[in-house]
């Protein structure tokens, strides 16, 4: 059923609806049984597991791919194609038997050594996998039989399970990977449940059910269909005129009117992402804990979290966000706002009125108003006698730009949203020295000294303890500018069931309906 617009102004209405292809008057294309539409806040990039980096293509390759482990909506990790396990008494070998009968969708089979050559893919270097780092405590992995890979550790590994749930570890066909090369990335052959039937890089992607797929999580829908909507009052546009069912990531400003329509759920949940400015430690000025601590402390989180997001979201305590092993986390006090205090720590640091320059990048349409947050950042900073730009990036050239090695990146800070299932994974990635995705230079020795300790270990007081000790060093030393978790809200048409959304901003479509 076709809703009335109530809200939206014309301009915001034409340009979504050329998103959606329509050349003439809003039409609704009306909600059809079995085809999902969702309205997408961000563009994905890449659909090749071993590159993505965005909740929106993780729901995709979710359904493309499947992986030994996976992530349900608790976020806990439960085996996929895996059918047993065990390690070697020294825990330096994992070995896994895989079910049988798995197909890739080009008819291949999912076998020993096809998971096997997916891992390889995965740590060589000339792949140039953004989570090499990552994973570089898996040696080897080889296959022992037909339906038994032994994966080889560098070292002992209590994360390992969490590890091979991580959607950068799902299970891609390599001899299609190479022949397709980076078009791979918009035509991904897995094994999972759904293949891609459409991909119009920017605009929309689609799939379909595998006709070759045996698993349990068997295809529900007819059709899942992907429109690219990056400014928010299109995308709310596309859900009010029927043209999607469920659209991602509601602005504050639109959450009472879609609440007012009577066939619509707006849903406020649980988000894992921690919100921060990553600085760049390398950078003179940066390099000072107390410049640090002052440009912490010139931010009024509870004003801008009222004033710009609407209440969407809560004041870090810690730079984990909640569900990243919440056993795990130890927590503090939140950053309170004193300009004054931010003062006289740059006056300590020999930076007196106007003589530090902080120039900020961040990305547009990626967060929850974050094109407005970068300008009240600098306008912060700037109220505290620091000279401030700040430059907001269109999504995929700013992923491009954090990518770089720090030497090649000159802005003292970029704000990042990361949102990962475990403690080892969040934290090893982000502060140990030497990973490419430790993008701030972050080198504490003890703190590399610890987190291989708790890598090493499966005893969760001791993770718990040392864990503890790497967020207090991590939350003293500052490397970040910490924000905020912001809070997911996701509306859907009430013809939608079935529908789950993690943490991590995945979405769960495997049991979702239309009716």
Known sequence: MRRKPLFLLIPALASALALSGCAGPAQSTSTKAGILRIGAAAEVQTLDPHFTQ?????????????????????????????????????????????????????????????????????????????????????????????????????????????????????????????????????????????????????????????PVYVGDRKASLTSIEWVVAPEDASRMALLETGDVDIVERVPPESVSTLKSLADTTVEQLPSMFSINIELNLAQQGIDNPKVRQALNLAVDRNSMISGILGGLAEPSITMPGPGTQDELRKTFEPIGYDPERAKELLKEAGYGEGELTVDLRCPRGRYIKDEQVCQALKSSFEKVGVKATAQVMDLGAFLQHIALPLDQRNESGAMVGRATQGMDYTLYRLFHSGISTNITGYNNPEVDKLLEQGRATSDTAKQKEIYGQVQEMVWNDQPDIFLWYQKQTVARSNAVGGFQIRGDETMLLDVASVK
Do not use: C, Q, W
Not at 54 to 72: D, M, R, W
Not at 83 to 112: Q, R
């Open 54 to 210: 965005l909740p929106s293509a993780n729901s995709i390759t979710h359904l493309v791919f499947e992986g030994l482990f996976t992530l349900n909506a608790e976020n806990k990790v439960v085996p996929e194609l895996a059918d047993s396990h065990e390690y070697s008494p020294d825990g330096l070998t994992l070995t896994v038997k895989i079910k049988s009968g798995h197909k890739f969708s080009n008819g291949d089979p999912v076998d020993a050594a096809a998971v096997a050559a997916s891992f390889s893919r995965l740590l060589d270097p000339a792949t140039k996998s953004p989570y090499l780092g990552l994973f570089s405590t898996i040696k080897e992995v080889t296959a022992v039989n037909e339906n038994t890979v032994a994966i080889k550790l560098a070292s002992a590994n209590g994360h390992m399970l969490s590890l091979l749930a991580n959607n950068n570890a799902l299970i891609v066909n390599v001899k299609a990977a190479k022949e397709l090369g980076a078009e791979f990335g918009r035509k991904p052959v897995g094994s999972g449940p759904y293949v891609v039937s459409d991909y119009v890089g920017g605009e929309r992607y689609s799939v379909k059910p595998s």
